[in-house]
């Protein structure tokens, strides 16, 4: 039954399911991407993907495609299992391989952490796929070409950019055509691949009704896509920008980590380095940024100004409902506080202004906005922000450049917080070094060191 012939009472209850449903997916040879999902035999869920297809195909890229399209269903379908987070899974097929497996028992407990403690549960739901199916992998010729997805902001600027200091032409991916990715984008000359995602209409109605709704892990969602692009486009790596802070939990709860990037942080890039590897062997996923801490990309990313007029991390521009998307930096929310509390030791005040329109820094009545992000009386914000120990790091550097030691929040910081805290809190020096805990692949890490070094 497709979402849009189904009916459905007026109050949506979580706790009248007993099951949540794999009911199928397909692949298209025009790239389109159909997979479906329910609810016991109630609510009918169908969520649409496109994916760029060259104009010709070896038999065995479809069917890596197709495999990893397999993938992609069950991954992508923790949106849809959130609506009631029932405690029971129906594949409706053998079920995954082993690494698959692991990666989705993880993925919709720790993945769902933010998502369980916002909506009030006794815990992360706690579910298990059963591996009992075979692991059947397609080998496909090696190949360095490399797929980049790009968010348009400063990570994954730092990150095509090294790639072509490494001396590699990346093709860049998207997920849609925002504006700070179109442009960025632009800017870079690179080709982009842009895939497009389509979540089942009748999604928001049910959200609106009583579901249960909330942050999901979606950056797995968007590397699986990035995966079946890959191997339809003849590309044999992914690299992902994802940073080592987001490995760092918001707070532990309830005998598990809250971790708003869960699915951006090493543990889970492991996992699906796993289950690709059982897929498809050889296709080589992994973050080019990963040693290093949100400080030291914005250090990297300061020398770029080529970049500082286009780019956008602020997420109202990425708003699904048009009518609530902003056009640039909200100035309000933690996202924009972090990314401008992260450049500013790098850049000069009127430049970062220039940025923002604003300087967030002398704004005193949002030092509280950026007292959090340092942990001071709150825990780390629900967004893709750094390490706490960055933040305060952050605010050393500032407090010794005279420029900014004058700007109202800087000022105040210093005297109230960095006065009581110890000189190995926040060292910027600690900080800013690269961790050797990361997949980067030999051959590329002297462009990693050279982009993200001193």
């Known amino acids: 039954m497709a979402p849009e012939a189904q009916t459905q009472a007026e109050r949506f209850d979580p706790a009248s399911f007993s099951a949540f449903r794999f009911v199928s997916c397909e692949l298209g040879l025009d790239g389109e991407i159909v997979l479906r999902y329910a609810l016991d035999d109630a609510v009918y869920f169908e969520e649409r993907v496109t994916v760029p297809v060259p104009d010709e195909v070896a038999p065995e890229r479809w069917e890596a495609a197709r495999s990893l399209t397999g993938l992609l269903h069950l991954v992508a379908g923790v949106s849809y299992f959130k609506t009631a987070a029932p405690r029971n899974l129906s594949l409706g097929v053998p079920g995954p391989s082993p690494a698959v ?7 919709y407990s720790l993945g769902l952490g933010e998502f369980a403690y916002i909506n009030g549960l006794e815990g992360v739901p706690e579910v298990a796929f059963p591996a009992d ?4 992998p397609v080998v496909l010729p090696p190949s360095t070409a490399a797929l980049v997805p790009v968010g348009g902001g400063k990570d994954s600027v730092v990150a095509f950019e090294a790639m072509r200091a490494h001396g590699t032409q990346p093709t860049l991916f998207s997920v849609g055509d925002p504006a700070p990715i179109r442009e960025t ?10 895939a497009t995602r389509r979540v089942s209409p009748n ?5 609106d009704s009583g579901a249960l709704n909330g942050h999901v892990p979606v950056t797995a969602i968007v590397s699986c896509i990035a995966a079946v692009t890959a191997v339809l486009n003849g590309c044999g790596r992914i690299v992902m920008a994802n940073e080592r802070s987001a490995s760092e939990g918001n707070f532990a709860w309830r005998g598990a980590q809250v971790n708003h990037q869960w699915s951006k942080g090493l543990e889970a890039e492991r996992l699906l380095q796993e289950a690709l590897a059982e897929l498809v062997p050889g296709l080589e996923y992994f973050s080019l940024l990963r040693g290093a801490s949100e400080l030291a990309i914005a250090r990297s990313f300061a020398r770029l100004p080529a970049y500082h007029g286009e780019f956008t991390s602020c997420n109202s521009v990425f708003r699904i409902d048009e009518e609530r998307r902003g056009a640039g930096w909200c100035g309000r929310c933690p996202k924009c506080r972090f990314v401008y509390l992260a450049l500013a030791p790098f850049m000069g005040r ?11 820094l002398d704004e005193a009545e949002h030092y509280d906005g950026f007292a ?4 001071v009386e709150a825990h780390k914000p629900f967004e893709c922000v750094g390490e706490t120990e960055e933040a305060v ?10 420029e900014w030691s004058r700007a109202a929040i800087v000022a105040r910081f210093a005297s109230e917080v960095l006065a009581s805290l110890g000189p190995g809190v926040g060292d910027p020096a600690r900080v800013l070094e690269l961790s050797g805990e990361h997949a980067v692949p030999q051959d590329l890490l002297p462009a990693v060191h050279a982009a993200l070094g001193a």
């Open 101 to 107: 497996a692991r990666l989705l028992d993880q993925l």
């Open 350 to 360: 009127d430049a970062l202004r220039a940025v923002f329109g604003r300087d967030l």
């Open 203 to 207: 999604l928001p109605g049910l959200n």
């Open 372 to 375: 959090a992000l340092a942990g």
């Open 185 to 194: 984008a632009r800017v870079s000359g690179f080709a982009r691949l842009v």
């Open 393 to 402: 790091a952050a605010f050393r550097m500032l407090a010794a450049q005279p």
């Open 133 to 136: 199916g075979p692991a059947a």
